[in-house]
């Protein structure tokens, strides 16, 4: 079965520092990997998605994030944090064929302090 | 081009009443989800549909009631609201299978509904 986990529940970094955000999955094969973004009081966005090909792969806001295929990994990353970027941050797995939904992780909630 | 829509926006329900929740999308995406999220629980499955007519348990049904008469609504219903069901109602369209590497999910606002 599908499995996301993200180790962190709760990240604080600096304006203006880097971030690295973690993400384990648990899948059979290679699957399709995404990150989404909930800022405060809204519903999720689509950061990035992995498919395949070239493992680092650049999304919105300046996001991106690189697939390790021997950690099982798909981590977040952005080299600036802004004040704009506190949000909570899911990874999510999914098959190619498209058959099963998306197996969202528990989230991580990132703050950001000047 | 509205995307997903989600209807009321809040809801305060009493112990045993009924409610429906309303999802709508306007990009004819065959595949819609509902979710609940609750504070450390993240996303949680309830049910979802891969086509007009066609519906399937998530990861936690009970209680919950499904239907997908048209393409671009899925409605949820609570039967028999309890408290437990407190909770922030997430819908979703997914574009899966319209071109080669297409798979995003597109969320609604959200619905938040208390349960007393």
């Known amino acids: 079965a599908q499995s996301v986990t993200q180790p962190d529940i709760h990240i604080t970094v600096s304006e203006g520092a880097s971030l690295e955000l973690r993400c384990n999955y648990s899948y059979g094969a290679t699957p399709y990997l995404f990150w989404y973004v909930q800022s405060p009081g809204q519903g999720l966005q689509l950061l990035l998605k992995?498919?395949?090909?070239?493992?680092l792969v650049q999304g919105i806001k300046g996001f991106e994030a690189e697939f390790k295929r021997s950690q099982s990994s798909f981590n977040l990353r952005k080299p600036s944090v802004h004040w704009s970027d506190a949000a909570e941050y899911f990874c999510a797995v999914g098959s190619p064929s498209g058959n099963t939904p998306l197996v969202f992780g528990k989230g991580t909630r990132l703050s950001v302090i000047a | 081009n509205a995307g997903v829509t989600q209807t009321p926006k809040f809801r305060v329900l009493k112990t045993g009443q009924s409610m429906t929740l309303l999802c709508a999308q306007d990009m004819n995406h065959e595949y819609m989800y509902w979710y609940r999220q609750d504070p450390g629980m993240g996303l949680r499955l309830i049910h979802y549909s891969v086509g007009e007519g066609t519906t399937a348990k998530g990861e936690v049904p009970d209680g919950y009631n499904v239907s997908r008469l048209k393409k671009q609504n899925f409605l949820l219903g609570l039967e028999s609201a309890a408290p437990s069901q407190t909770s922030v109602y997430f819908c979703?369209?997914?574009?899966?299978?319209?071109?080669?590497?297409?798979?995003?999910?597109?969320f609604g606002p959200g619905t938040r509904l208390t349960v007393l």
């Open positions: 979703a369209s997914r574009d899966y299978g319209r071109g080669a590497y297409t798979d995003t999910q597109y």
């Open positions: 992995y498919f395949s090909g070239d493992t």
